[in-house]
Each structure stands twice: as C-alpha cells, then as structure tokens.
C-alpha cells in the first residue's frame, strides 16, 4: 500500500527534493522515513526518466522500484550528500541493463514525456502542444545517445552538469560540448514553429 506524504510525514509537514534532512542517526525508524522521503521527492522525476530510457511506463516504474530496494541495502551516510545523482545513475544503470537484456530499444513517443500544461491552456493549445512534443521526440531521436541523454538530463531533468557527470560517467566538459552540439543540431532540424 502506498502512502502519501502527510501519511508519512504527518500533516504539517512538506518533503520537497530539495529538503531531505540527512540522516543523522542509525535508528532504524529514521532511516525509514528517510528513505520514504526520498522516494516522495524523487520517485517521479527516476520514472519520467527511465521511461525515456525504456519507452514503457510500467518498466520504468519496476527499474525505480528496484533503485529504491537498492537505496535501501546502501550506507545512508555515504549517499546522503549526492543522493539524487546516486539514484539516476542507479536509474539509468539499471534501464540499460534491461535495454541490453532485451536487445530492442525502441523510438519515444509522445505518451513518455512528461508534459506540465497550463490549467489555463485551452483544449486546441493542448493538443497543439502534444502533437509538438511528438515530434520534437522525433528530433531528439536522431541524436546520438550520449547528446540525447544529456539534453534530457538538463532540460527535462534539471540536473546540473555536475549531477549529470555523477550519472553518465561523462566529464563537465564533455557534458557541456554535448549539450552544444546537440542543441545546435535540433536548432538545425526543427522546423520555425518550433523556435522562440
């Protein structure tokens, strides 16, 4: 059974990402409630990005479910600090082995991104903005891996090149070339409607 935040938290109380206290003690109680905080905080953001890895939401959703079992067995002392590249990088790792187990990847489409509309947004601007993200995951496809990957990180993420470093393996620089480059490439590749 999945229990929400006030559940968890008690109802006076918020669990953002960005507020996770550290956990101070070896109580077996706290830990708990740390780790169920982190899963408040990040367990959207880790399934919205291994569905783009995956291009299945109910994988995704399995590949989180075992980066949280996974958080669980780790020294809470030793990730606490860098707890959200910890888990993307365990994320991310755990979707390509799937990926190389199943040897088929398959092409995004618009039902795996994730899209924050506006409730002021009429039902023609909608569907005008769904059918612009079908095809800008087009475009995104015909990026290498490494420059898709980061791009998503960046942008639908939020990581910081330091985050993204921590989970590809990629130096900063490198990150930063990639991000340039493929950016220069979709701004090539999309038609004006897409442009600012």
């Known amino acids: 059974m999945t229990k929400t935040s006030s559940q968890i938290l008690g109802p006076n109380v918020s669990c953002d990402k ?3 206290p550290p956990l101070v003690t070896s109580n077996p109680l706290d830990r708990e409630t740390w780790i169920e905080r982190a899963m408040i905080a990040h367990q959207s953001a880790l399934i919205s990005y291994a569905s783009t890895i995956l291009n299945d939401n109910e994988l995704a959703k399995d590949v989180v479910q075992d980066t949280f079992i996974r958080l669980c067995d780790q020294d809470a002392e030793k990730i606490q600090h860098n ?3 910890w888990l993307f990088t365990v994320c991310r790792n755990r979707a390509f082995d799937i990926l190389r187990k199943e040897k088929n990847k398959h092409h995004l489409d618009d039902s795996q991104w994730r899209k924050i509309t506006s409730a002021n947004l009429q039902p023609d601007e909608v569907i005008d903005q ?7 995951s087009t475009y995104l496809e015909r990026l290498s891996h490494n420059q898709r990957d980061v791009i998503i990180l960046k942008f639908q993420q939020g990581l910081s090149y330091k985050d993204i470093n921590i989970i590809t393996g ?3 620089s490198n990150i930063g070339v990639l991000i ?8 090539e590749w999309l038609p004006e409607d897409f442009r600012p």
Request: proline share 4%.
């Open 83 to 85: 707890l959200k590249p």
């Open 130 to 136: 769904q059918e612009k993200m079908a095809r800008l």
């Open 18 to 20: 960005d507020s996770i």
């Open 170 to 172: 990629l130096t900063i």
């Open 180 to 187: 340039h480059t493929g950016l220069k490439r979709l701004n």
